[in-house]
């Protein structure tokens, strides 16, 4: 083999690696990591605070709680704005004694672009979760109805959404899934422990949020700490 042939040959396999590296560093670089343990900042961005939440221990360290009566967080950014798929990871303890419908996750762009995580809680101290998806006149609502958890423990629970479905988890077992289109969302804000109008709070604690620009495997999600 010629040194022309040669060169040509290292150049490409040189050139693969590169692009292979740039697409690995800028899939890690679309993870948003927020560590809900304090009422000034989150990861740099600073908090409207509502009411009186508290930080407290957890598990896996702080955590924001929540009274379900008038405590939430605002943050003037959106970590979903310019994703057309994502996943938004929540590790959360919903407590008992709270009202029946509570959004405790909520990013918002215009008023009809918007994506929730919520509780429903039932007499039993027991609560399901469900998500949704607004864009324009596309919506959808997954409600887990028939997988009800015990209140006043840890959890994860994921919001996948890849293109053309949406899927949400608790610990990692898809519990609810459906078709929806969706469009990125332009700027926005974020409330945390209560819908965005200050409605619908939420009773527990929580302590950490992760947003990424991608559709992730349930083998990537977050993980509750013992």
Known sequence: ?????????????????????????????SDILWQIDNLTEISGHLVSVLGDPRAVDSPGGQAVEFDGQGDGLILDTNP??????????????PDPEGEREQRFLHFQAEEDHRVLVETRLNDQNEWFL??????????KTL?????????????????VYDGQEMRHYINGVQERSGS?????MA????SIGCRLNQV????????????????LNPDEFLTVSD
């Open 187 to 190: 700027g926005g804000k974020t």
């Open 80 to 93: 979903l704005a310019g994703a057309s798929v994502f996943t938004v990871e929540v590790v959360f303890r």
């Open 143 to 159: 409600q887990s109805r028939e997988s009800w958890h015990p209140l006043g423990e840890w959890y994860h629970a994921a919001l």
């Open 200 to 215: 619908y709070w939420f009773k527990g604690a929580i302590q950490t949020i992760r947003i990424s620009h991608r559709p």
């Open 1 to 29: 083999m010629n040194r022309f042939l040669l060169g040509l040959i290292l150049g490409i396999f040189l050139i693969g690696c590169s692009e292979s590296r740039i697409a690995e560093v800028h899939s890690e670089s």
């Open 180 to 184: 929806v289109e969706y469009s990125p």
């Open 130 to 139: 469900d998500t949704f998806i607004k864009a324009g006149e596309s919506e």
